[in-house]
């Protein structure tokens, strides 16, 4: 089992830069291929990135490709998401995720993906 918690989200004007962090609790958070989903006001969720265990592997949202970058540290079991070039539709709570199986990050709303952190809200100002 893992426990996500997210920091980093804030207000932010357009064009700007944030870096959210998703530390994990556990000493096996190196097993489990980690991402990011977010919701929008009056939204469903949508996938974000994720990035494999090992970080060999990432997939990125089509709308964030080229501005966010995921990364992770496993010595400091932590998930990072760097976004820039941030637009007001990026608006939205920025959830964290956790699942043993990397598949589980094809689902566009998070379905199946096994441990969530509570979520942190980022604000593009136009």
């Known amino acids: 089992q893992v426990q996500l918690v997210e920091s980093g989200g804030g207000l932010v004007q357009a064009g700007g830069s944030l870096r959210l962090s998703c530390a994990g609790s556990g000493r096996t958070f190196s097993n489990y291929a980690m991402g990011w989903f977010r919701q929008a006001p009056g939204k469903e969720r949508e996938f974000v990135a994720a990035i494999t265990s090992s970080g060999g592997a990432i997939n990125y949202a089509g709308s964030v490709k080229g501005r966010f970058t995921i990364s992770r540290d496993n010595a400091k079991n932590t998930v990072y998401l760097q976004m820039n070039s941030l637009e007001p539709e990026d608006t939205a709570v920025y959830y964290c995720?956790?699942?043993?199986?990397?598949?589980?990050?094809?689902?566009?709303?998070?379905?199946?993906?096994?441990?969530w952190g509570k979520g942190t809200l980022v604000t593009v100002s136009s």
């Open positions: 995720a956790a699942d043993l199986n990397w598949y589980a990050f094809r689902s566009s709303r998070g379905a199946g993906v096994d441990y």
